[in-house]
């Protein structure tokens, strides 16, 4: 080929990878081209997803990029496996978040509250906020390349979820499982609703343990026959006293048990209380004595259960002090507190304060301090149907991956509590209960039936007027019927219009460990009750995504990274491939923006090696070697590279579908990485360049034939991860009315192709041209100066190849003399003197410096560098032995300078090693 001809025909690709235009390009094609569509495959088996919903009020964030790259990564690679797949997305109405942003954009515009423009109105205003802003997260996850069937699309509040959530609110009721009672529940005073523990940040604050003196109602003696007239208390809520209704020592306390059955006074109220045994209390914490304020403590309320104590609420809902106490009416809890201690203090009750630093639960939406709270509240028993999930594990019908999770999943399930699903909101599924407004008649029931209808129909027993509970469900109630209600579930029409008996149970569901408790169990319970089935069959658990230094990402910290800016600096495919290359079992996955343009780097190699073929490809007809590879003379129409790259694809291949296939996403990523990167471009296209570039017309077809086929398989077998630039790519390399890559077949291992020595012989002679280039380097050997190597090898094989291929060591190496004896021959007298060495898996290898260069040069500047890495070893080693940087410096400070003091005491050993030698 002439020059001007390459020039013309590189030319048609660009020199530099544009992932913005590339982007633009493909996702359209794949979505109006229907390409996302479950379509049969050759396994003639089905392979579906359900997406965890992001929030409808939602920014993606990190941890969406995460989910949503690793399910594209399963519906790619089983697309292309032959399963017919389904993705189905959607967005949920996020009870909370959206009704806080809709009540602050009113505020904000018409400077009125929910309460003033009326429930109708602000549900009509929350429907529009939420059609205007639905498309926003829609687009921000296409920006990911997600492959989802968007025509499935649902929202947790349309009309089908909806149907679903009625249908098991109703059945669960007529069976007495959902029932309505007082119970302790998180309360946000700002939200003024029950919220759920996932809703419930746990924050390290600044508080104080007061210590309070209790007064016994008549004094008594202890064993000593000490006077005792009064208990100590320590508290962090001196304010909750006003609530408490005992005082609680541990029975098996010598110092209290003889008080137990006591009276003691409450301070302040002077409210008479007993003092109760219970084991609950911890001896060698605090004082040995505990107040019991059940209406405010979730221990408490449990304690004042097996007691039968009264509950003393002593807020509002807004968070102040209510008439229990008139002194403090109206008073915030922290106002309250400090009237309090100023009170007891006068009373001469208050003893003292210690500083203390302990975990406050604050809402996740309002950042307040939430309250737990005795509130009427509707709640689910669910006590079989978490058995029935543990059972369903147990028996594999389900399986956590990795295995371990399921711990977690268990430790919730096997001492369940009752699930508070009410919550104090207009934004959600309304709870499908009615009461009848009659006096005389006050009938009490669940309908399927929405309002508009109960209404016409008036009250099943009176006729009367009716109004509907005013309180909406749980976020999750409907969360929890998600893997039914995205397929139609309970609407016979919309099942079989989605294929529900075709789809379900779904496969695979991926989330985080985060809401194992909140999500995954309550669709395990919900799915098995409901159906008999389990809602997936595999459940894999990815990792958090925290910050370089495995930080949560937090506003506070400033330290969030946003998936968007990722892409618009580096790229979709390059920000993929670091999610992918960094998750499989691990619990957490620490991002640093440096990995993606790394992995940036790898998406320009890919395409700088196609752009090197491509004007090869374009100029022969390059032959089938799948049509070779079932003649019997394949050995022979393959040269000793050509078996070596091959075989090491059939490795890859291997190793991609078995992870992929255990959700070693990571396994997967580095694998082929380090094929493209270490032996693809480093290696196989250094080694055809002579040939390319050869007269020998036949050795180039055949060297572009395996090229070609060597390089449509890395696309197949990269696309799950990066769909973008192999889709481009494969554009260039797919044959006439050939189809997109995303339904090409992923690759699998053939055996015809592994020559398993072939591809061990080659590793081993990288390793050692790239053991002598690394010596050379050492000491500055300039490139194209040639040397001698010694080699002492302890396979004599290793050893007969080594010495067939002399003539690519010379060329690759840069060696002049190769004197290669076996290990067991090595003696003072064939080892050359003042030479530097280094082992490999296999052999060691000797560089004789003698004429070389200036050793006595050489050795004064590795004498030099000595004395400086020395003192830069010294100041370090100072520092960490300095109590003062090694307690306070923040800890990830601390472990860096560990990490370069380690750096250097190697580099230490190092060179003293080299200075000895020479």
Same mark, same amino acid.
């Given at each position: 080929?002439?020059?001007?001809?390459?020039?013309?025909?590189?030319?048609?690709?660009?020199?530099?990878?544009?992932?913005?235009? &590339? $982007?633009? /390009?493909?996702?359209?094609?794949? %979505?109006?081209? !229907?390409?996302?569509?479950?379509? *049969?495959?050759? +396994?003639?088996?089905?392979?579906?997803?359900?997406?965890?919903?992001?929030?409808?009020?939602?920014?993606?964030?990190?941890?969406?990029?995460?989910?949503?790259?690793?399910?594209?990564?399963?519906?790619?690679?089983?697309?292309?496996?032959?399963?017919?797949?389904?993705?189905?997305?959607?967005?949920?109405?996020?009870?909370?978040?959206?009704?806080?942003? &809709? $009540?602050? /954009?009113?505020?904000?515009?018409? %400077?009125?509250? !929910?309460?003033?423009?009326?429930? *109708?109105?602000? +549900?009509?205003?929350?429907?529009?906020?939420?059609?205007?802003?639905?498309?926003?997260?829609?687009?921000?996850?296409?920006?990911?390349?997600?492959?989802?069937?968007?025509?499935?699309?649902?929202?947790?509040?349309?009309?089908?979820?909806?149907?679903?959530?009625?249908?098991?609110?109703?059945?669960?009721?007529?069976?007495?499982?959902?029932?309505?009672?007082?119970?302790?529940?998180?309360?946000?005073?700002?939200?003024?609703?029950?919220?759920?523990?996932?809703?419930?940040?746990?924050?390290?604050?600044?508080?104080?343990?007061?210590?309070?003196?209790?007064?016994?109602?008549?004094?008594?003696?202890?064993?000593?026959?000490?006077?005792?007239?009064?208990?100590?208390?320590?508290?962090?809520?001196?304010?909750?006293?006003?609530?408490?209704?005992?005082?609680?020592?541990?029975?098996?306390?010598?110092?209290?048990?003889?008080?137990?059955?006591?009276?003691?006074?409450?301070?302040?109220?002077?409210?008479?209380?007993?003092?109760?045994?219970?084991?609950?209390?911890?001896?060698?914490?605090?004082?040995?004595?505990?107040?019991?304020?059940?209406?405010?403590?979730?221990?408490?309320?449990?304690?004042?259960?097996?007691?039968?104590?009264?509950?003393?609420?002593?807020?509002?809902?807004?968070?102040?002090?209510?008439?229990?106490?008139?002194?403090?009416?109206?008073?915030?809890?922290?106002?309250?507190?400090?009237?309090?201690?100023?009170?007891?203090?006068?009373?001469?009750?208050?003893?003292?304060?210690?500083?203390?630093?302990?975990?406050?639960?604050?809402?996740?939406?309002?950042?307040?301090?939430?309250?737990?709270?005795?509130?009427?509240?509707?709640?689910?028993?669910?006590?079989?149907?978490?058995?029935?999930?543990?059972?369903?594990?147990?028996?594999?019908?389900?399986?956590?991956?990795?295995?371990?999770?399921?711990?977690?999943?268990?430790?919730?399930?096997?001492?369940?509590?009752?699930?508070?699903?009410?919550?104090?909101?207009?934004?959600?599924?309304?709870?499908?209960?009615?009461?009848?407004?009659?006096?005389?008649?006050?009938?009490?029931?669940?309908?399927?039936?929405?309002?508009?209808?109960?209404?016409?129909?008036?009250?099943?027993?009176?006729?009367?007027?009716?109004?509907?509970?005013?309180?909406?469900?749980?976020?999750?109630?409907?969360?929890?019927?998600?893997?039914?209600?995205?397929?139609?579930?309970?609407?016979?029409?919309?099942?079989?219009?989605?294929?529900?008996?075709?789809?379900?149970?779904?496969?695979?569901?991926?989330?985080?460990?985060?809401?194992?408790?909140?999500?995954?169990?309550?669709?395990?319970?919900?799915?098995?009750?409901?159906?008999?089935?389990?809602?997936?069959?595999?459940?894999?658990?990815?990792?958090?995504?925290?910050?370089?230094?495995?930080?949560?990402?937090?506003?506070?910290?400033?330290?969030?990274?946003?998936?968007?800016?990722?892409?618009?600096?580096?790229?979709?495919?390059?920000?993929?491939?670091?999610?992918?290359?960094?998750?499989?079992?691990?619990?957490?996955?620490?991002?640093?923006?440096?990995?993606?343009?790394?992995?940036?780097?790898?998406?320009?190699?890919?395409?700088?090696?196609?752009?090197?073929?491509?004007?090869?490809?374009?100029?022969?007809?390059?032959?089938?070697?799948?049509?070779?590879?079932?003649?019997?003379?394949?050995?022979?129409?393959?040269?000793?590279?050509?078996?070596?790259?091959?075989?090491?694809?059939?490795?890859?291949?291997?190793?991609?579908?078995?992870?992929?296939?255990?959700?070693?996403?990571?396994?997967?990523?580095?694998?082929?990485?380090?094929?493209?990167?270490?032996?693809?471009?480093?290696?196989?296209?250094?080694?055809?360049?002579?040939?390319?570039?050869?007269?020998?017309?036949?050795?180039?077809?055949?060297?572009?034939?395996?090229?070609?086929?060597?390089?449509?398989?890395?696309?197949?077998?990269?696309?799950?991860?990066?769909?973008?630039?192999?889709?481009?790519?494969?554009?260039?390399?797919?044959?006439?009315?050939?189809?997109?890559?995303?339904?090409?077949?992923?690759?699998?291992?053939?055996?015809?192709?592994?020559?398993?020595?072939?591809?061990?012989?080659?590793?081993?002679?990288?390793?050692?041209?790239?053991?002598?280039?690394?010596?050379?380097?050492?000491?500055?050997?300039?490139?194209?100066?040639?040397?001698?190597?010694?080699?002492?090898?302890?396979?004599?094989?290793?050893?007969?190849?080594?010495?067939?291929?002399?003539?690519?060591?010379?060329?690759?190496?840069?060696?002049?003399?190769?004197?290669?004896?076996?290990?067991?021959?090595?003696?003072?007298?064939?080892?050359?003197?003042?030479?530097?060495?280094?082992?490999?898996?296999?052999?060691?290898?000797?560089?004789?410096?003698?004429?070389?260069?200036?050793?006595?040069?050489?050795?004064?500047?590795?004498?030099?560098?000595?004395?400086?890495?020395?003192?830069?070893?010294?100041?370090?080693?100072?520092?960490?032995?300095?109590?003062?940087?090694?307690?306070?410096?923040?800890?990830?400070?601390?472990?860096?300078?560990?990490?370069?003091?380690?750096?250097?005491?190697?580099?230490?050993?190092?060179?003293?090693?080299?200075?000895?030698?020479?």
């Amino acid at each position: 080929m002439n020059t001007q001809t390459q020039t013309q025909i590189q030319s048609e690709l660009p020199k530099t990878y544009n992932p913005k235009d &590339v $982007e633009s /390009k493909w996702y359209p094609k794949w %979505k109006n081209g !229907k390409y996302f569509k479950a379509k *049969k495959g050759k +396994l003639n088996k089905t392979f579906s997803i359900i997406m965890p919903p992001p929030n409808v009020t939602g920014k993606l964030h990190m941890g969406h990029a995460l989910d949503n790259t690793l399910q594209d990564v399963l519906i790619r690679y089983k697309r292309m496996k032959g399963f017919e797949t389904l993705w189905i997305p959607g967005v949920d109405h996020a009870g909370i978040a959206t009704q806080a942003v &809709v $009540e602050k /954009k009113i505020w904000d515009e018409q %400077k009125k509250s !929910k309460h003033q423009i009326g429930r *109708k109105e602000f +549900l009509k205003t929350i429907w529009e906020w939420k059609d205007a802003h639905q498309g926003l997260i829609i687009e921000q996850l296409e920006k990911l390349g997600i492959s989802a069937d968007w025509d499935y699309f649902v929202f947790t509040m349309d009309p089908i979820p909806n149907e679903a959530v009625r249908k098991v609110f109703v059945k669960w009721y007529q069976e007495g499982l959902i029932f309505q009672t007082d119970y302790i529940i998180n309360w946000d005073p700002t939200i003024q609703s029950a919220i759920s523990d996932a809703e419930v940040e746990h924050k390290e604050v600044k508080g104080a343990f007061h210590y309070i003196k209790y007064l016994l109602k008549d004094a008594t003696s202890a064993a000593a026959d000490v006077a005792v007239d009064h208990l100590i208390i320590a508290t962090t809520r001196p304010e909750t006293l006003l609530g408490d209704t005992a005082v609680a020592v541990n029975p098996d306390d010598e110092r209290f048990k003889h008080l137990i059955g006591k009276k003691i006074i409450i301070p302040i109220v002077n409210r008479e209380v007993p003092i109760i045994g219970d084991n609950h209390v911890d001896i060698t914490l605090g004082t040995g004595c505990l107040k019991v304020t059940p209406g405010h403590d979730f221990n408490d309320f449990e304690i004042g259960k097996r007691h039968n104590l009264p509950i003393v609420n002593i807020l509002n809902k807004d968070g102040t002090i209510n008439d229990v106490a008139l002194d403090y009416q109206g008073l915030n809890v922290i106002a309250a507190r400090a009237k309090i201690i100023k009170e007891l203090e006068e009373q001469g009750l208050y003893i003292k304060k210690e500083d203390c630093i302990h975990q406050v639960g604050h809402g996740q939406r309002s950042s307040s301090i939430v309250e737990p709270m005795v509130s009427k509240q509707w709640f689910v028993n669910v006590k079989k149907m978490a058995q029935e999930s543990i059972n369903a594990v147990n028996e594999n019908e389900m399986r956590f991956f990795p295995k371990n999770w399921e711990n977690t999943f268990f430790s919730w399930l096997r001492e369940p509590k009752d699930w508070c699903i009410s919550r104090q909101l207009w934004w959600g599924h309304q709870i499908p209960v009615f009461y009848c407004e009659n006096e005389n008649c006050n009938h009490i029931w669940a309908s399927v039936d929405d309002l508009e209808k109960v209404q016409s129909d008036g009250c099943p027993k009176c006729k009367g007027k009716i109004h509907q509970d005013p309180d909406v469900l749980d976020t999750w109630f409907s969360s929890g019927l998600w893997a039914l209600s995205t397929l139609g579930w309970p609407n016979e029409k919309a099942m079989k219009e989605k294929s529900f008996d075709k789809f379900f149970p779904t496969s695979t569901l991926v989330t985080g460990f985060d809401i194992i408790f909140f999500w995954v169990a309550r669709m395990m319970m919900m799915t098995l009750n409901n159906t008999g089935q389990v809602p997936f069959r595999h459940t894999y658990i990815h990792a958090i995504v925290n910050d370089k230094h495995g930080r949560k990402m937090s506003k506070s910290l400033g330290n969030g990274i946003d998936p968007l800016e990722l892409i618009e600096q580096y790229g979709t495919d390059a920000m993929r491939f670091t999610i992918t290359a960094g998750s499989g079992y691990n619990r957490y996955l620490n991002l640093d923006p440096a990995q993606t343009e790394g992995y940036r780097n790898f998406i320009n190699k890919l395409w700088n090696a196609f752009r090197f073929i491509h004007p090869f490809l374009k100029e022969e007809r390059a032959l089938d070697l799948e049509l070779h590879s079932n003649n019997h003379d394949l050995n022979n129409f393959l040269t000793h590279h050509d078996r070596w790259i091959l075989s090491a694809l059939n490795s890859v291949a291997d190793i991609c579908n078995k992870a992929i296939d255990e959700y070693r996403f990571d396994d997967a990523s580095l694998a082929i990485y380090s094929f493209v990167y270490d032996k693809f471009c480093s290696w196989y296209i250094e080694l055809s360049k002579p040939i390319l570039y050869g007269a020998d017309v036949e050795e180039k077809r055949k060297r572009i034939s395996i090229l070609k086929y060597i390089f449509r398989k890395i696309l197949a077998l990269l696309h799950p991860m990066v769909p973008f630039i192999t889709e481009e790519l494969w554009e260039n390399l797919k044959e006439e009315g050939e189809d997109l890559l995303i339904v090409q077949e992923y690759p699998e291992s053939n055996k015809k192709l592994d020559f398993i020595s072939d591809q061990n012989n080659m590793n081993k002679f990288i390793e050692i041209i790239c053991s002598i280039r690394n010596l050379r380097q050492s000491v500055n050997v300039k490139p194209k100066d040639e040397v001698d190597i010694h080699i002492f090898i302890d396979n004599p094989e290793l050893k007969n190849y080594l010495l067939q291929n002399a003539s690519s060591l010379s060329d690759l190496a840069k060696v002049k003399a190769l004197n290669c004896n076996l290990l067991s021959q090595k003696s003072t007298q064939n080892t050359p003197a003042k030479s530097i060495s280094l082992a490999t898996s296999d052999c060691e290898i000797y560089l004789p410096l003698s004429g070389l260069i200036d050793i006595e040069e050489y050795v004064g500047r590795l004498k030099k560098d000595l004395q400086k890495t020395e003192v830069e070893f010294g100041k370090l080693k100072m520092k960490l032995e300095n109590k003062n940087f090694s307690e306070n410096a923040p800890s990830e400070v601390v472990a860096e300078v560990k990490d370069k003091a380690q750096e250097l005491e190697k580099k230490l050993n190092s060179l003293r090693s080299m200075i000895a030698n020479l």
